[in-house]
């Protein structure tokens, strides 16, 4: 994805903005802050989004019990799991293991759970969704990931992790923003904000064509949808 100069010179001018953040990051400051802050911004900005997207979320997840094994258990890993957000979205009974490399997100995964005990938490691991060797192979039956990888390091080796510890016939659910289309406003201001967001926002990426990923992955079924989210800020779009 190519540059042009006027996008060079803006990104330029918000790093200088970002100036402070950039300072602390190489003081090695910044990073465990982020750690440290990023959940409560979570916290915040996921209930704002809930209420945005909850019609989508629901229809998203309406079909989970389909995949329930033969004895009506559903066992589902969600990566990236954040402040638990997609719990209330679960069906009853549910089984979920939470994984997140942030273990910062733990007392506002408990604070989801009680708030939900409809589902039940099995575990929560704190590892990143490129390394799931905790969870075994062809053992669960759902994996979700809601705004995860646009922020992890290797989409490719996460795909592979989702296709290993998914049963045969299992699903693998996803709600992630990507690159704007083509030649378009939104894709403008992306290449521009790109490489702050990143550094700001927990290695967030705004221009990722993650649909990509998925096709290259190995589903034996891919539905894939661009949408546009209801939100205030167009450096967003959606793929589900």
Avoid at 168 to 190: D, K, M, T
């Amino acid at each position: 994805m190519e540059a042009t100069c006027l996008v060079v010179l803006l990104r330029i001018c918000v790093q200088i903005l970002a100036l402070p953040a950039y300072l602390l990051w190489y003081l090695g400051i910044w990073d465990p802050l982020c750690k440290k802050l990023f959940p409560y911004f979570m916290a915040v900005m996921t209930v704002s989004y809930n209420k945005l997207m909850s019609n989508k979320k629901r229809e998203m997840f309406s079909n989970l019990k389909d995949f329930a094994s033969p004895t009506g258990a559903l066992t589902l890993l969600e990566i990236g799991t954040g402040t638990g957000s997609n719990f209330q979205f679960y069906p009853a009974g549910c089984k979920i293991i939470c994984s997140d490399p942030n273990p910062n997100f733990q007392k506002f995964l408990d604070k989801s759970l009680a708030e939900n005990p409809h589902v039940q938490v099995e575990r929560f691991l704190v590892a990143p969704a490129e390394d799931l060797h905790e969870v075994p192979a062809a053992s669960v039956d759902v994996v979700v990931s809601t705004l995860v990888l646009c922020s992890v390091k290797s989409p490719e080796q996460v795909m592979k992790e989702v296709l290993r510890v998914l049963r045969p016939g299992g699903a693998f659910y996803f709600l992630e923003h990507v690159a704007g289309a083509p030649s378009s406003w939104s894709l403008f201001w992306q290449q521009i904000y790109d490489p702050t967001w990143i550094r700001l926002f927990d290695g967030c990426h705004l221009t990722r064509e993650t649909w990509n990923d998925l096709e290259k992955a190995g589903f034996s079924e891919l539905k894939l949808q661009h949408i546009h989210a209801p939100l205030k800020c167009n450096l967003i779009s959606r793929t589900s």
